[in-house]
């Protein structure tokens, strides 16, 4: 298992990519769109997800989950919905990336052997962080995209 331990995040998911390409014997399932944006990170943002990773340590260093680790989940899920905001062939939704969120978090803390019950509570947060996006307006099917022109005429539109 040690050489488990040491693989990085690109590693594990191109290893479980390749024995498994629809990621369906994964406990977090992935539809096939949501799958095709992780093989563009792995193509492409491979040094975003490596940030992931060392999230990922940083909430798990002290054996627990707690309150002190929400920020850095909550980093966790930011680093993802910005990745799919600069996705120009990806119409990627909220809910893409809450799954996929847990999907990573879930193969990262199974290789990593962290304690089931924390892998729950990791989930639960990142379930509660991304159900927090309806009071913007967002609903988990809401897919996401910069839009420039349409921010600033929230910000500066006629009166």
């Given at each position: 298992?040690s050489?488990?331990?040491?693989?990085s995040?690109?590693?594990?998911?191109?290893?479980?990519?390749?024995?498994?390409?629809?990621?369906?014997?994964?406990?977090v399932?992935?539809?096939?769109?949501?799958?095709?944006?992780?093989?563009?990170?792995l193509?492409?943002?491979?040094?975003?997800l490596?940030q992931?990773?060392?999230?990922?340590?940083?909430?798990?260093s002290?054996?627990?989950?707690?309150?002190?680790?929400?920020?850095?989940?909550?980093?966790?899920?930011?680093?993802?919905?910005?990745?799919?905001?600069k996705?120009?062939?990806?119409?990627v939704?909220?809910?893409?990336?809450?799954?996929?969120?847990?999907?990573?978090?879930?193969?990262l803390?199974t290789?990593k052997g962290?304690?089931q019950?924390?892998?729950?509570?990791?989930?639960?947060?990142?379930q509660?962080?991304?159900?927090?996006?309806s009071?913007?307006?967002?609903?988990?099917q809401?897919?996401?995209?910069?839009?420039?022109?349409?921010c600033?005429?929230?910000?500066?539109?006629?009166?």
């Open positions: 298992m050489s488990s331990n040491s693989l995040v690109v590693q594990l998911l191109s290893t479980i990519l390749a024995s498994d390409s629809t990621l369906q014997k994964c406990t399932k992935l539809n096939p769109e949501t799958v095709a944006f992780l093989n563009s990170l193509s492409n943002d491979q040094t975003d490596e992931f990773q060392q999230l990922f340590t940083e909430i798990t002290d054996g627990k989950i707690d309150l002190n680790d929400v920020p850095a989940i909550l980093t966790l899920l930011k680093s993802l919905y910005t990745m799919a905001q996705s120009e062939t990806h119409n939704t909220v809910g893409n990336i809450t799954n996929l969120t847990q999907f990573i978090l879930v193969e803390g290789i962290v304690n019950n924390n892998i729950n509570q990791l989930l639960a947060i990142v509660s962080a991304s159900s927090l996006l009071i913007a307006g967002l609903d988990h809401s897919v996401i995209k910069i839009k420039t022109p349409n600033l005429s929230r910000l500066f539109g006629k009166k």
